[in-house]
């Protein structure tokens, strides 16, 4: 394909991103003049909003709370569940076994366990890490599973004939073939870690862009509530493509 | 049995076990979890007596109607966008982070929209159910042999039957998988809807009990959701296993 052609599908591209963000913006207005301002905000002073929030240190101060807890959650939960995804994938009857429990647990609306997860941990940060990790760290462990138990016998095999250390085999073998799968665990992870962790907040906390989300609704202050959804809508389809875009690719490598 | 719903079987009711002793010895206090049996006892008289039977209706009702929608809207939907590769690439980004958006906070909006009864609910569950069966469709046509698609061609079969003959059996475990998780989401989505925002249905009940710090009543039903959302994917995952060996028979 050549640099000019390459060039056109770009401009082809964000073309049709512009056509469906303008669709998008006049659905909204409509569905404004439908409703009107005792539930939605339009358009244009949604966005005037979420600029002004943007420049207030309460948001910043609201939005720290929900990175730092989204950070813990996600560090968490990726690292338990790549470990366990590992271990059940290397032992096939424990995954058999596991694997229909999980099932299980991630199609369970784990809002109702919230209560439990109040009682255990207390209000506060810990509760909303928990709640993170709860619902982030299924899929991980679902995807880490299915990435072992499909690596390519044969080159286990060629490990062995070629007198591979356990580690070298891990190294050179192993990673790069799981790595792909781990990724796109990971990339699912974060966004229903995301959405743990603002619906925690939304119940037992002071703090963060859950709580500003469900004050905003339990004190109708309209424009608030819809500026905060779009930032957070925003930061999430950015942060979805981008790593999409890098799933892509490490996929393609192979 | 097989060895491996033993070993399952052997799992659950193992963790149950360990529940219950450490609840009955009080290493776990009766403030923050009851003994399982306590939770299962409640919920049978609770069942007995019909306390939920009204709850449980008007939730059953609402998933069962957002997760006929989303089947039907989300299969739609995937079979156009998988025709139109350029609308498709646009689609790819906003449904790999569309479950971190959360949809219930639009419940005061849905209000509006279609008043205070089932349809704000039962609109959540389709919103959080139709994703998951746009995906599996879309990665069901995409694994699609192509070679399938030239023979439904070289035989002359129209675009409706093709699908249908076709495309459609060869799409099936990817679009059984989407019904799996469409039934799961729209579960979510109106279960979360009560629990968070309305004053009716299972979820709330559960939010009630909470509120009023009853929590016997609070974990029976916490365990009821639980119980049923096992069941229900145990029958789905049966189900799908016997489609799959006649498949293999064939």
């Not at chain 2, 309305?198 to 639980?226: C, E, K, R, W």
Request: charged share 10%; hydrophobic share 60%; with cysteine.
């Amino acid at each position: 394909m050549s640099v000019r052609d390459a060039g056109e599908r770009r401009s082809l591209r964000l073309g049709d991103a512009g056509l469906l963000l303008l669709f998008v913006v006049l659905a909204w207005q409509a569905l404004y003049e439908a409703v009107g301002e005792v539930a939605l905000t339009p358009p244009v002073a949604t966005l005037a909003n979420a600029g002004a929030l943007l420049r207030s240190p309460v948001f910043w101060g609201h939005a720290g709370a929900t990175a730092s807890a989204f950070t813990a959650s996600l560090a968490i939960g990726a690292a338990a569940g790549v470990a366990a995804g590992l271990a059940l994938g290397f032992r096939r009857f424990s995954g058999l076994v596991a694997e229909p429990i999980l099932t299980s647990l991630y199609t369970l609306p784990k809002v109702t366990l919230y209560p439990l997860v109040l009682l255990v941990f207390g209000l506060g940060l810990s509760a909303k890490i928990a709640f993170g990790v709860m619902h982030g760290v299924i899929p991980v462990i679902l995807f880490t599973m299915n990435a072992v138990r499909n690596v390519d016998p044969v080159h286990l095999k060629t490990a062995r004939a070629l007198n591979l250390t356990a580690l070298q085999t891990a190294a050179t073998i192993l990673a790069p073939a799981v790595a792909p799968e781990i990724f796109t665990g990971l990339r699912v992870g974060f966004s229903l870690t995301l959405l743990g962790v603002i619906i925690g907040e939304m119940f037992a906390s002071q703090r963060g862009l859950g709580f500003m989300i469900i004050n905003g609704i339990n004190t109708h202050n309209v424009p608030t509530m819809m500026a905060v959804i779009l930032l957070i809508v925003a930061f999430a389809v950015a942060a979805g493509t981008l790593l999409l875009v890098a799933d892509h690719k490490l996929h393609r490598r192979r | 049995m097989s060895r491996v719903a033993r070993a399952q079987l052997a799992v659950v009711c193992g963790f149950f076990a360990v529940l219950e002793l450490l609840t009955r010895a009080g290493a776990i206090g009766p403030l923050t979890m009851i003994p399982p049996s306590a939770m299962a006892a409640r919920l049978w008289t609770m069942l007995m007596d019909g306390e939920i039977n009204a709850a449980m209706a008007q939730t059953f009702a609402n998933v069962a109607i957002a997760f006929a929608l989303s089947v039907g809207l989300g299969f739609a939907a995937g079979l156009t966008i998988h025709g139109l590769p350029r609308l498709r690439r646009l689609f790819d980004p906003l449904l790999a982070s569309y479950y971190a958006v959360p949809f219930f906070v639009f419940y005061p909006l849905l209000i509006a929209l279609f008043g205070l009864n089932r349809w704000p609910l039962v609109a959540i569950g389709l919103v959080f159910g139709a994703a998951a069966m746009v995906i599996a469709t879309l990665n069901g046509l995409d694994r699609v042999p192509p070679v399938l698609r030239k023979l439904a061609r070289a035989h002359g079969l129209g675009r409706a039957q093709a699908i249908l003959l076709v495309v459609l059996p060869a799409a099936a475990p990817h679009l059984f998988t989407g019904l799996k998780l469409s039934l799961a989401y729209s579960f979510i989505g109106v279960i979360a809807g009560e629990f968070i925002l309305s004053g009716s249905g299972l979820g709330h009940a559960i939010a009630d009990a909470y509120d009023s710090f009853d929590n016997p009543t609070m974990y029976a039903l916490m365990l009821f959701v639980v119980a049923l959302a096992i069941s229900l994917n145990a029958a789905l995952h049966v189900w799908e296993q016997r489609m799959m060996a006649r498949r293999s028979r064939r």
